[in-house]
């Protein structure tokens, strides 16, 4: 199953995000915004709930510490924090950056998104695009995780790294350097064109990993899997392909 079906009706939602923040000015002070078309947050919001999206426009910086919010858009250069926070909605990472802490997120769409790190998260649709640097430590998918690495992602400089995490649905890495530990994954896993950074010993390294129902990986490790090898780990099997 493919996530990107789902994120492209992500970004046509979010698309009037983008129209309607250059009209948005500034909120100063409010703690609660209702009924306006957009947000745009440069530097620190919090204990809030804002009833509408959130916009971090190119170059700017927004945290969000205890802030609920409608939707979330971080554009080309930009970078945002989330502490405690929730985002109802989409999240909408293209050519950003995104770090969050104890958060959550309806879904997590990326597009060329520079580097995407959530810990301690829940996620309650998927996680899907494209992307340099994916980690989830310590998070909840209750989707599938789908990504490809982005322009941004120069020769072999991709990486996904999912470290105690759960993934109701499928997984699919393409392109990348996998690290997965403490992972479990409620339908198939799939590891395509696996790339080997220079800096790195291992090009695939999954240890303490469970496809439910039945199939469990203690540790299996790759050197270097190059185009178009596919490892493939399916639920309740313990087949390994290698086409």
């Known amino acids: ?33 209702r009924d306006t078309p957009s947000l745009e947050c440069s530097g620190t919001i919090e204990h809030a ?107 072999n400089d991709a990486s996904v790294r999912l470290a105690a995490t759960a993934v109701d649905g499928d997984i699919a890495t393409d392109g990348f350097q996998l690290q997965a530990t403490s992972l479990t994954a409620g339908a198939d896993v799939r590891v395509s064109n696996a790339t080997l950074p220079s800096h790195h010993a291992l090009a695939v390294e999954l240890c303490g990993v469970t496809v439910v129902p039945a199939t469990a990986i203690e540790c299996g490790l790759s050197t270097n899997v190059s185009a178009p090898t596919v490892l493939g780990w399916a639920a309740g099997s313990h087949a390994i392909q290698s086409p």
């Open 49 to 155: 709930r804002i009833d509408t999206d959130v916009v971090v426009l190119p170059g700017r910086t927004c945290t969000l510490d205890h802030v609920l919010v409608l939707g979330l858009a971080v554009l080309e250069g930009a970078s945002v924090t989330l502490r405690s926070s929730e985002v109802q909605g989409f999240t909408f990472v293209s050519g950003g950056t995104l770090a969050a802490d104890a958060a959550t997120f309806g879904s997590i769409d990326l597009r060329d998104a520079e580097v995407v790190i959530v810990d301690r998260a829940r996620v309650r649709g998927s996680v899907g695009g494209s992307v340099r640097t994916l980690e989830l430590d310590h998070t909840f998918v209750t989707g599938d995780v789908d990504v490809v690495p982005g322009d941004t992602a120069v020769g």
């Open 1 to 33: 199953m493919s996530v990107r079906p789902k994120f492209s009706r992500a970004l046509g939602a979010l698309s009037g995000v983008l129209l309607a923040v250059v009209a948005a000015a500034p909120a100063a002070g409010a703690a609660t915004v």
